[in-house]
Antibody
Framework: QVQLQQSGPGLVKPSETLSLICNVS?????????WGWIRQPPGKGLEWIGH???????YYSPSLKSRVTISVHTSKTQFSLNLSSVTAADTAVYYC???????????WGRGNLVTVSS | SYDLTQPLSVSVALGQTARITCGGK??????VHWYQQKAGQAPVLVIH???NRPSNIPDRFSGSNSANTATLTISRAQAGDEADYYC?????????FGAGTKLTVL
């Protein structure tokens, strides 16, 4: 049973970097699939942030590309999201998810609310 | 960027059939995926690649895709189907989500 568990701070100050980690159990990141991040501002819809393949190949949303880094940890059981220079507009629930080769997300973490505020 | 258009809301009577559409230019040429998101929960994949159901999803959920419209059909609607539904495609190396449709079961 694939499970994704996110961790990270719930409050980040403006202009700082938002950092989240997704811990994967029940499946080895090395075995394939894409590993991604999606966010959802309060009361709004889903927004894809980007994802990384086990090889390290990454795809990012054009609107966030200049501020986003997604990477797989050397342990191959975790992957992470770094979003720099955050503003209040980055306040959202952040989900990590496993993506298939057909680019759908079949397993999701429970989500972390991250608030950007001083 | 590729745009997906969903109705803001759809209502269905208990036990009847709900249809939620997802419009996009030539969307019939793309793989469309659908997610259900209940209040306060993470999204759940209900249909992938137009019409394929994950094993844990009831066969009341089905999907189709042709020309400029993809459709998620929920037969024999239940109170537990009340949720937001999102369509999603992959286009130009990006994942694109529709804005979501709120399904109300009356």
């Amino acid at each position: 049973q694939v499970q994704l568990q996110q961790s990270g701070p719930g409050l980040v100050k403006p202009s700082e970097t938002l950092s989240l980690i997704c811990n994967v159990s029940g499946y080895s990141i090395s075995s394939g699939y894409y590993w991604g991040w999606i966010r959802q501002p309060p009361g709004k819809g889903l927004e894809w942030i980007g994802h990384v393949y086990n090889s390290g190949t990454t795809y990012y949303s054009p609107s966030l590309k200049s501020r986003v880094t997604i990477s797989v940890h050397t342990s191959k059981t975790q992957f992470s999201l770094n979003l720099s220079s955050v503003t209040a507009a980055d306040t959202a629930v952040y989900y990590c998810a496993r993506g298939s080769s057909s680019y759908y997300f079949d397993h999701w973490g429970r989500g972390n609310l991250v608030t950007v505020s001083s | 960027s590729y745009d997906l258009t969903q109705p803001l809301s759809v209502s269905v009577a208990l036990g009847q059939t709900a249809r939620i559409t997802c419009g996009g230019k030539n969307i019939g040429g793309k793989d469309v995926h659908w997610y259900q998101q209940k209040a306060g929960q993470a999204p759940v994949l209900v249909i992938h690649m137009d019409s394929n159901r994950p094993s844990n999803i009831p066969d009341r959920f089905s999907g189709s895709n042709s020309a400029n419209t993809a459709t998620l059909t929920i037969s024999r609607a239940q109170a537990g189907d009340e949720a937001d539904y999102y369509c999603q495609v992959w286009d130009s190396r990006t994942a694109v989500f529709g804005a979501g449709t709120k399904l109300t079961v009356l």
